[in-house]
């Protein structure tokens, strides 16, 4: 073998070490990258179905107060000013009792979730806040009776406006 043709040997031999190196660097930096999109990708997923639940939570909580808060009115036309009142507190103390897992869950809205629920929660909650006073100035008055029924109206258009924001959110992700 002359001298060329062993330069040619080394050379050749070189390059297909240096090209095994290349590739070989160049499959663990796409592997590497690949694997932090799957990563970032169950991440993303994660977080979706954590703010999902949340609000689905959230809506479960404000739907059971609007059902005991839609069940009122049947007790307003009541014309025995006691059993009214009896019936209302009653129904009064099952809102008190629901309430709690209510704003545990508002809390945990406003831990994990976008700008616009949160909001839309805070309006629900106040929302509440109100037809939950006009109910105890029913119990009072029954005169504030009209004031009650706008005030539960305004109440589930909050949740509604809630649902909607809540979809919207998820649409922009």
Request: with cysteine; aromatic share 6%.
């Amino acid at each position: 073998m002359d001298n060329s043709a062993l330069w040619v040997a080394l050379l050749t031999a070189a390059t297909a070490v240096v090209a095994s190196w290349v590739t070989s660097r160049g499959n663990a930096q796409a592997a590497r990258v690949q694997a932090q999109a799957a990563a970032e990708a169950a991440h993303t997923a994660r977080e979706r179905e954590t703010r999902r639940a949340t609000q689905l939570d959230f809506i479960e909580q404000a739907n059971e107060m609007g059902i005991l808060y839609l069940r009122i009115p049947k007790y307003l036309k009541v014309e025995d000013q006691e059993a009214r009142l009896a019936s209302l507190t009653e129904l009064r103390d099952q809102l008190r009792d629901s309430y709690r897992p209510f704003l545990r869950s508002l809390a945990v809205v406003s831990l994990e979730c976008r700008p616009g629920p949160i909001a839309a929660a805070n309006g629900v909650h106040a929302a509440s806040c109100d037809a939950y006073g006009r109910l105890i100035a029913v119990e009072e008055d029954i005169r504030q009776a009209d004031g009650f029924r706008r005030a539960v109206d305004a109440y589930q258009a909050s949740v509604a406006s809630f649902i909607e924001a809540a979809r919207s959110a998820e649409r922009e992700t």
